[in-house]
């Protein structure tokens, strides 16, 4: 299974997890994020992790829907 890189934006330390969702077309507007995470199973650094505004900092590998997604900048 390949990681795909996710980038922070330039002069930013961090995204959110709902961030993540909506850049990788998981959900289609932020305010899914909450339900999403209620009914589906998503793992931060092989934690199950269910906070949308939980940050993602350079290195933080999210596992979801059978896809892997590694922050960088």
């Not at 002069?11 to 589906?40: D, F, P, Q, R």
């Not at 992790?49 to 939980?54: C, H, T």
């Not at 940050?55 to 979801?64: A, E, P, S, W």
């Amino acid at each position: 299974m390949g990681k795909e890189i996710v980038r922070i934006k330039d002069g930013e330390n961090y995204i959110t997890l709902n961030v993540l969702l909506k850049l990788t077309n998981i959900i289609s507007t932020g305010g899914e994020a909450k339900y999403y995470l209620v009914n589906n199973k998503v793992y931060v650094n092989d934690i199950l992790e269910n906070r949308r505004g939980r940050k993602l900092y350079k290195g933080d590998v999210v596992k979801v829907e059978g896809k892997v997604f590694e922050i960088d900048q």
